[in-house]
């Protein structure tokens, strides 16, 4: 929580002792990224706008080292940290695209 105060964007997780109600389902999604599908389920449940993988000095996960599905797109990379941008179009409640990004 401490390092959102950079960006002051919110968390996909919630905040402190707030986790949104559908965590658990959030966290299996998350879990499978980046798997187009997932991607796409978690864009059109949270509008998710930015992925940071955090390798705390590792090596970045092999499933995110290789070729992105579309919609992400490699931003930088740090030591302790790797950020994605989603360039995956959310959708509306009706299911086209919503632009206003």
Not at 28 to 41: H, I, N, W, Y
Not at 90 to 101: E, I, K, L, N, S
Request: net charge positive; proline share 13%.
């Amino acid at each position: 929580m401490y390092f959102s105060t950079v960006h002051w964007l919110p968390l996909g997780g919630g905040y402190t002792a707030y986790p949104p109600p559908d965590t658990a389902h959030r966290r299996r999604l998350v879990e499978a990224l980046p798997d187009p599908d997932a991607l796409d389920e978690l864009v059109a449940a949270t509008g998710v706008g930015w992925i940071v993988v955090h390798t705390a000095g590792r090596p970045l996960p092999s499933q995110w080292a290789g070729t992105l599905p579309p919609g992400l797109a490699l931003v930088r990379r740090w030591p302790e940290a790797t950020l994605f941008r989603v360039t995956r179009p959310q959708a509306t409640a009706r299911g086209a695209p919503d632009t206003r990004r």
